[in-house]
Each structure stands twice: as C-alpha cells, then as structure tokens.
C-alpha cells in the first residue's frame, strides 16, 4: 500500500474510538442516558463530511483557475464520499432523535416535521445530490467539469446557513439550538464534558481518515480508467 | 412505650429510604450499568470491533489491487 503511516494511524484510531468509546467512563445526563456515546459515531459523521466537503470544494476551485482534469476528479470524489458520509449522519441521526426527542420527550411529530436541522441537513443532502444529476446530465468533460466545479462552491456555501446557522437562529430540538447553551455543542468548553473530548477529537480524525482513504481509492480507480484522457 | 419508639424508628427508615430513593432518580440518571458489571459490554465491543476491522481489511484488500493495477499501467 503506498504512503500508508496515515491509513495505520486511521485504523489505531478507529480501533481506540470503539474500545474507548464504549468502555471509557462518560458523564451521566438525562434523556440522553447513554446514548451520549452515540457522540463518538453520529457526530463524527457530521464533521467528517464538512471537511471532506472543504477539500472538494478546494479542488473545484483548483479546476476553475489550472483547467486540469485531474482536480475535478478529486472534487467529485471527495464530495461523494462527503455526501455518503452526511447520509450515514442522517441515517444515525434518525435513530438518535426517535429515542430521545420522541419516546423520552415526547415530542409530536409535528414537531419533528418541522425541525429545522433535519430540514436543513435535508436540504443541504439535496443540493449535492444535485451536484452529481448535474455532473450526470453533460457528455462534454470539460463543460461538465466547469458548470459543475462552479455548482460544488455554491452548494459548499448553502452548508453553513442549512446546518449551522438557521436551527441556531430559529430554536431546535438538536443540541447547540438556543436555549441549550448555544454555540456547537460538540466544540464548546461548557458543553462538551473533557471525558468525552478525550475520545471525541481522535474519533473526529480516524473517521475523517477513513472518508479520505476511500476517497482515494475512488480517484486511483478513475485515474486508471480516464489515463487517455490525462495525457 | 417501646412499642412506639420501634413505630417511630421504623417510620423514619421508611422515609429516609423514600428520600434517598427520590434523590437517586433526580441526580442519578438511569446508565447501562448492569451491562457493564456482568460484562456484556464487552460482546458489543467484541462485534463492533470485528465488523471494523473486516471492512478495513476489505478496504485494504482494494487499496492492494489499485496499486497492482498501477503497476501494471506504468509500463
């Protein structure tokens, strides 16, 4: 395997996420029990894709100003790693909020329906899963490859207010909303207890590593296959 | 006499075990403790880590055959 000091360090990190994040000891909250763990996999989804969102959208922007070919096949590996990896934070998500919003809350499901992170988690998914019906839609390379390296920094601005700002500025079930201390609540001192940082940051980075080992595999693999057209 | 010091002295163990027993429900959260006392917590990790490490070893495994498959293409 080449260059693989950073697979070995995702693979000793993910291994530590599972044996300390079901072993270590964790504070003891209400409603949430605990399922706080689930903080060590749901979350880390969440930030893995931003980041891969950013490297994509870096290449993009890469691509608009070299033309190369090459960046648009890193954007778009990394943005569908990124959205798979969001899919799986939904999917968890889902799971995660019908034990503690509704069966310990008691919230209704209109009240869930109108929650505005998942609209805007939602929403966000969408928009990049326009990016590839877009990228899907030219048989020109390099005209599909501009519209949609324009179309990946439109859909990385959208994130920020569909995720981060507006269950923020509107009030939310999902922690970090007002009301709940504010700020994100996996970054802040006050909410973050420093028992779960300690497996919650390596966490953060072995599944990052993970998104990013395969997302390289993907760009090999099209690197082999588009080889005729690189040169 | 006796009889009501017994009466009263029972009274009070009920109501101390009534207010630890609400004091318990109001600072202590309810926590997988018995699973980690008996040990089954060490099934689930036992699992998760066998599930990670076959897709890891999966992912491996592709990562070996791109690299072979570049080889290849080189010459």
Redesign the interface.
């Known amino acids: 395997?080449?260059k693989s000091w950073w697979?070995i360090t995702a693979?000793i990190l993910?291994?530590y996420t599972?044996?300390g994040g079901?072993?270590m000891d964790v504070p003891?909250?209400?409603?949430?029990?605990?399922s706080i763990r689930n903080l060590y996999f749901h979350v880390c989804m969440w930030f893995a894709m931003m980041i891969l969102f950013g490297v994509s959208v870096v290449y993009s922007i890469k691509y608009l100003s070299t033309q190369k070919y090459r960046n648009d096949i890193f954007a778009s590996s990394f943005a569908g790693t990124a959205t798979f990896l969001g899919l799986l934070g939904y999917a968890t998500g889902v799971i995660w909020a019908s034990y503690t919003w509704v069966t310990d809350q008691g919230q209704s499901i209109s009240n869930i329906l109108k929650e505005p992170k998942l609209l805007g988690a939602g929403i966000a998914i969408l928009i990049y899963c326009a990016y590839f019906v877009l990228r899907g839609s030219f048989t020109d390379i390099d005209k599909r490859a501009r519209v949609s390296a324009v179309y990946n920094i439109f859909a990385f601005v959208m994130l920020f207010p569909t995720i981060w700002i507006i269950p923020r500025l509107v009030g939310s079930l999902h922690p970090g909303a007002p009301g709940s201390d504010s700020g994100n609540p996996a970054l802040n001192f006050k909410d973050i207890d420093s028992r779960l940082r300690m497996v919650f940051y390596p966490a953060v980075i072995g599944w990052t590593l993970?998104g990013v080992?395969?997302t390289t595999?993907k760009i090999?693999?099209q690197l082999?296959k588009d080889?005729p057209l690189l040169q | 006499m006796r009889n009501s010091l017994k009466k009263i002295a029972l009274l009070f163990t009920v109501i101390v075990a009534i207010a630890q027993l609400a004091l318990a429900q109001t600072n202590?959260?309810?926590?997988?403790d018995v699973m980690r006392s008996n040990g089954k917590?060490y099934v689930?990790?036992a699992v998760?880590?066998v599930i990670?490490?076959g897709l890891?070893a999966y992912?491996?495994r592709?990562?070996?055959r791109?690299?072979k498959?570049?080889q290849q293409?080189k010459d």
């Open positions: 395997m080449h697979k693979v993910l291994i599972i044996v079901f072993l003891r909250l209400f409603i949430l029990n605990e993970l080992w395969i595999l090999r693999a082999l080889k | 202590n959260p309810e926590m997988a917590i689930v990790v998760c880590l990670l490490l890891i992912v491996i592709i990562d070996r791109l690299s498959m570049e293409n």
